[in-house]
């Protein structure tokens, strides 16, 4: 089992930055990858990042790619999502879930995760 928490969402600025922290308890964290999704009103959830187990396979949404940085500490038990640049249209609720691939390359798909955050809400004012 693992249980995921985000926090680090508020309201922001455009053109301003973000880190959203996810933590997780388990013991097996180190052996998930890890993704991040959003949710806005009205839509559906799309993807966002992942990181591989190792933190070495990255993967991004290309409205993101170039803005939003992943990360992560298997020491610490937490995964982490830098976002810069925002923009109006990433206003969402940001969710960390935790994949079953733990290379990542099928982790931008949300059927593949096991365990989800209940999620930190961003919101950016134009």
């Known amino acids: 089992q693992v249980q995921l928490v985000e926090s680090g969402g508020r309201l922001v600025q455009a053109g301003g930055s973000l880190r959203l922290s996810c933590s997780a308890s388990g013991r097996t964290f180190s052996s998930y990858a ?33 803005r939003f940085t992943t990360s992560r500490d298997n020491a610490e038990n937490t995964v982490y999502l830098q976002m810069n640049s925002l923009k109006p249209e990433d206003t969402a609720i940001y969710y960390c879930a935790a994949c079953r691939n733990s290379f990542g390359s099928s982790c931008r798909e949300g059927e593949n995760y096991d365990y989800w955050g209940q999620g930190t809400q961003v919101t950016v004012s134009s």
């Open 34 to 66: 890890m993704g991040w999704f959003r949710q806005a009103p009205g839509k559906e959830r799309e993807f966002v990042a992942a990181i591989s187990w190792s933190g070495v396979n990255k993967y991004y949404a290309d409205s993101v790619k170039g």
